[in-house]
């Protein structure tokens, strides 16, 4: 992706919030980010069987400098894409340079849909670039416009992401929190008490950052708002006992409104919610992502929560949790423990997985397709 101006781009946002403070409403008609242009899919006979398994595998990587063993596999069509964290990026023309240096190894893949190159800008504290989104959810749903805000930062964090050539945000959060200070609400990631509130919030914020060409997700379905202080599926095992009928009409209720609205990706808890599958997390249960997609009507495309994450402890090796992950109807698995070597193995396990036939080809390469029209449409 050719660079784009970012002084003009946050210029713009500024602006915005020096209206919105103002009582006016945020600006129209600003930037509109540079989008990919779109590529013919590749053919799936022409993959080596790494290369087919790598379409549903996002890569991460430590520090500032993307090392060779994935500058490498970005060169050869072993990876669907990268995650960036707060370690990755110094400052924006630095992670800029990072994205171009990508998608110019990427240029001699023989994958030719776009890389997914995504972080987490929610907004508040849970930021990886600088700037915008500033406001947290929280304090989006208790301001006095809440409408206006959420498409302003919506608007914020798809112009930053964009600026730098990065194409998916792995946000809105999408939980319905309880109780203050909860474990969506210490880091105040949700929007509100309300369902309805979030559905509003999430929705705004999904269209107008989707409107800046980055993708965005929703996250955690079927949503971690049940979840305590301490529940916290990065850290451990995690097991909500939520009722189905609280599930369908609390936290399930803004994803209705989120796919209406077009969303791109939804990612799944790890938690257990036993209403729905007792023995499984929610990312690796079939039940689950079937209530996503059959219940819901979900079309898009569906991510794990990060695969290293504590809550999967009794779940096996990076290997079969990436293989239960697909069997479950995951199209993308996240290996976000800043080593390459993390989603060299899924890739690994996956492929082998559909050679040994332990994986449904026809499933595979059904999740695979909607990873690539995701890509070919950025």
């Not at 500024?14 to 103002?22: F, H, K, Y």
């Not at 890389?115 to 989006?140: C, F, I, N, W, Y």
């Not at 945000?169 to 880091?187: E, H, I, K, S």
């Amino acid at each position: 992706m050719g660079s784009t101006p970012p002084l003009s781009r946050r210029g713009a946002l500024i602006a915005g919030a020096a209206a919105l403070a103002g009582g006016l409403a945020p600006m129209a008609g600003t930037a509109a980010a540079v989008r990919m242009p779109e590529a013919s899919p590749p053919r799936a006979a022409a993959l080596t069987p790494q290369q087919r398994a790598a379409q549903c595998v996002i890569h991460s990587y430590p520090g500032l400098t993307p090392p060779a063993s994935l500058m490498n596999a970005i060169r050869e069509g072993r990876t669907a894409g990268v995650i960036f964290f707060g370690e990755n990026i110094e400052n924006l023309s630095q992670i800029e340079s990072v994205v171009q240096s990508m998608n110019a190894a990427h240029a001699s893949s023989p994958v030719q849909a776009p890389l997914l190159l995504m972080t987490d800008q929610e907004g508040g504290v849970v930021r990886r670039l600088p700037g915008e989104p500033v406001m947290s959810a929280k304090d989006v749903g208790a301001s006095a416009d809440p409408g206006q805000w959420a498409d302003f930062t919506g608007s914020g964090a798809g112009m930053n992401l964009a600026g730098v050539g990065m194409n998916v945000n792995l946000a809105p959060v999408l939980d319905v929190y309880r109780q203050n200070g909860d474990f969506t609400d210490q880091y105040e990631r949700s929007y509100s008490k309300s369902a309805a509130a979030v559905a509003s919030c999430g929705t705004a914020f999904i269209t107008a950052q989707q409107g800046e060409g980055v993708a965005a997700t929703a996250k955690h379905f079927p949503g971690l708002g049940p979840a305590s202080a301490t529940q916290n599926t990065d850290l451990r095992p995690v097991t909500l006992t939520t009722s189905a009928a609280t599930l369908r009409s609390v936290d399930e209720a803004p994803y209705r409104d989120a796919i209406a609205a077009g969303v791109k990706l939804v990612m799944l808890s790890w938690a257990i919610y036993t209403a729905l599958d007792a023995g499984r997390p929610a990312g690796l249960s079939p039940a689950v992502v079937g209530e996503l997609r059959n219940r819901l009507g979900y079309t898009g495309v569906t991510i794990t929560d990060a695969l290293e994450a504590g809550a999967l402890q009794s779940f096996g090796s990076t290997s079969q949790r990436a293989v239960a992950a697909a069997a479950a109807g995951m199209d993308l698995v996240l290996c976000s423990s800043r080593s390459v070597s993390q989603g060299d193995a899924a890739v690994t396990a996956l492929s082998d997985a559909l050679a040994s036939g332990g994986l449904d080809g026809t499933a595979f390469d059904a999740a695979a397709a909607r990873v690539r029209a995701l890509r070919t449409g950025l």
